[in-house]
């Protein structure tokens, strides 16, 4: 079906509609960080779906149809999500279990842990698929389903809890006030990750309703994001928004240089309906091992140690990041900081083996005015550190850093 409208025009008002609509409703979703950090890899990327069917329903324009979005006021739902993550890393061979031997997730030396933080690797590559249920702000359930296994983060008023059968581990700890400043920083929902999307949403962004689509039974529209900047690693982003309650239902991110989505993401099963209150009822079984979080040492989620890249082991844990600088605006925007003079070592000077094989195959070598250094490539985010020490990174092209360092000089 051909393009409903191209409504660039209406781009910056639509953004500005979202923010604050996002602003009005901060308190409506206040999850705890320690939700969010597996919801920002899990519900929040809401997998490659059939789109089945192409339903007749009445045109829309980018601009309504952004409006739908941040009008949309869904609080309760339950479904099945699946997930595809492709971001072109190189096979790991052996090497995380050489890492992973010495300690478990939380360092504990027995990798037994249920900690939400230890399971976000496990999403970055494949496919994965996670119930999910929502009553309100104060409970929600995201359920990542294994071989023989499952794991399970709930949010039930004052507790979360993490709770992982293969190990009969058991992770908690309580929400408190405090938690919510972690929201507006990260996406928890479809419907998160779609407006963090639209942010970009500017005069370097084309932003259209391209036809419609069929997910999970549910008749939506396709919003399509694509940067109209040559730079950027993104070839464009697909929102397929439910129809009536302009719920975002799939996102699906595609690389500019083609092949499979980097992230592909949608429900294939959701109602509406409101959840079983025992849907988020816990009780941590018998013989289980409980973790309990230590909240004065946990760390501030929103903030990048200052000292971070001053080249000393003393900076890291420290409350910021000196020097980090951003280059450009929109799609083509690269941040960059100095590390102090540490560069990366070759796979010789790390030790050779497992370790030393895959520091040399992540990156390509390179040069330029500002001298030598080495580029760490994704199909989406790319990296280039210099001999000396500096940093650039952003989902853009290895010339475009080799640019920016050039005109660093």
Do not use: C
Not at 55 to 67: G, N, R, V, Y
Not at 229 to 256: W, Y
Not at 358 to 367: A, I, M, N, Q
């Amino acid at each position: 079906m051909a393009p409903y409208e191209t409504d660039d025009s209406a781009t910056a008002a639509g953004a500005d509609e979202l923010r604050a609509a996002r602003r009005r409703k901060a308190a409506r979703y206040v999850v705890p960080a320690t939700v969010v950090g597996v919801a920002a890899a899990t519900i929040g990327l809401v997998p490659a779906l059939a789109d089945s069917g192409d339903p007749d329903l009445p045109k829309i324009s980018a601009q309504q149809l952004i409006e739908k979005i941040a009008a949309s006021d869904v609080q309760q739902l339950s479904g099945t999500v699946k997930i595809t993550t492709d971001l072109g890393l190189p096979d790991l061979g052996g090497l995380e279990n050489s890492l992973g031997s010495a300690a478990g997730p939380s360092g504990s030396g027995d990798g037994a842990s249920a900690d939400p933080s230890s399971k976000l690797t496990e999403l970055a590559s494949g496919t994965h698929t996670l119930r999910v249920a929502a009553d309100g702000e104060d409970k929600q359930k995201v359920s990542l389903l294994e071989d023989a296994a499952e794991y399970s983060l709930i949010h039930n008023g004052k507790d979360v809890w993490g709770y992982d059968s293969k190990s009969n581990s058991v992770f908690h700890t309580t929400a408190s006030e405090s938690d919510g400043k972690h929201k507006e920083e990260l996406p928890a929902t479809p419907k998160d990750l779609a407006e963090d999307a639209l942010k970009a949403a500017d005069k370097t962004t084309s932003v259209t309703v391209e036809g419609t689509a069929q997910v999970a039974g549910r008749d939506a529209y396709r919003l399509v994001i694509k940067p109209k900047d040559e730079g950027s690693t993104v070839g464009q982003i697909t929102v397929a928004v439910d129809s009536r309650t302009g719920l975002p239902l799939k996102f699906t991110l595609t690389p500019a240089s083609g092949g499979a989505a980097v992230v592909d993401a949608g429900f294939t099963q959701v109602s509406f309906a409101k959840p079983a209150a025992s849907t988020f009822d816990f009780t941590p079984p018998k013989g289980a091992k409980v973790e309990e979080e230590d909240a004065t040492r946990a760390p501030e989620h929103s903030e990048v140690p200052k000292d971070f890249g001053k080249g000393s082991a003393e900076g890291l844990g420290k409350d910021g990041l000196d020097g980090l600088n951003v280059i450009g605006d929109g799609w083509d925007s690269i941040a960059t900081f100095d590390t102090g003079g540490q560069g990366v070592p070759s796979g010789s000077e790390a030790g050779g083996g497992d370790i030393g094989g895959f520091l040399d195959s992540l990156g390509d070598k390179v040069s330029g005015k500002f001298g030598e250094g080495t580029v760490f490539k994704t199909r989406l985010i790319n990296a280039l550190i210099t001999d000396d020490g500096k940093v650039y990174v952003g989902a853009v092209t290895k010339d475009a850093l080799v640019k920016a360092a050039n005109e660093g000089k």
